[in-house]
């Protein structure tokens, strides 16, 4: 099984990919909890530079309360991180990934969370997919 699901975008720029990005969880029913940059923390913290990354905690409430109900320890894979970045092996590139929600069900290895993972799935898939569709250059 994949650890992500992912899109690259070329011929948008960072911040364009980040709010679409943030748009189009929101249509699908995710809240943005967190907001990671990762370039300005390492900055701040260790004065490393790198390039243009930010991690979107992202969480669906009923689908959480869900799991959360099937499985208390689920607590600890929460929220679904959605990572946005720079890709420096091709300039120009933005990538959008997130992380295979499936995996919650085989860590946690408790079978009620299979369906309930299936779901987030689809719906991480939807974001990927339209994020995809929206931001590839005419």
Same mark, same amino acid.
């Given at each position: &099984? /994949?650890?992500?699901? /992912?899109? =690259?975008? %070329?011929?948008?720029?960072?911040? %364009?990919?980040?709010?679409? %990005?943030?748009?189009?969880?929101?249509?699908?029913?995710?809240?943005?909890?967190? *907001? $990671?940059?990762?370039?300005? %923390?390492?900055?701040?913290?260790?004065? *490393?530079? &790198?390039?243009?990354?930010?991690? @979107?905690?992202? #969480?669906?409430?009923? @689908?959480?309360? !869900?799991?959360?109900?099937?499985?208390? !320890? $689920?607590?600890?894979?929460?929220? #679904?991180?959605?990572? $946005?970045?720079?890709?420096? *092996?091709?300039?120009?590139?933005? @990538?959008?990934?997130? &992380?295979?929600?499936?995996? &919650?069900?085989?860590?946690? +290895?408790?079978?009620?969370?299979?369906?309930?993972?299936?779901?987030? /799935? *689809?719906? $991480?898939?939807?974001?990927? +997919?339209?994020?995809?569709? =929206? @931001?590839?250059?005419?």
């Amino acid at each position: &099984m /994949s650890v992500a699901m /992912s899109t =690259a975008v %070329t011929g948008a720029d960072f911040d %364009t990919v980040a709010q679409k %990005t943030r748009d189009v969880l929101k249509d699908n029913g995710f809240g943005v909890l967190t *907001e $990671i940059d990762m370039q300005a %923390t390492l900055k701040a913290k260790l004065g *490393e530079d &790198m390039e243009r990354y930010l991690i @979107l905690g992202a #969480c669906n409430p009923p @689908l959480a309360h !869900r799991a959360v109900t099937a499985e208390k !320890r $689920i607590g600890v894979l929460l929220p #679904c991180n959605v990572v $946005i970045r720079e890709d420096t *092996e091709h300039p120009g590139t933005v @990538l959008v990934e997130a &992380m295979n929600p499936g995996l &919650m069900a085989q860590v946690v +290895d408790n079978p009620a969370l299979v369906p309930i993972a299936d779901e987030v /799935s *689809e719906k $991480i898939r939807t974001v990927i +997919d339209t994020l995809a569709v =929206a @931001l590839h250059p005419a």
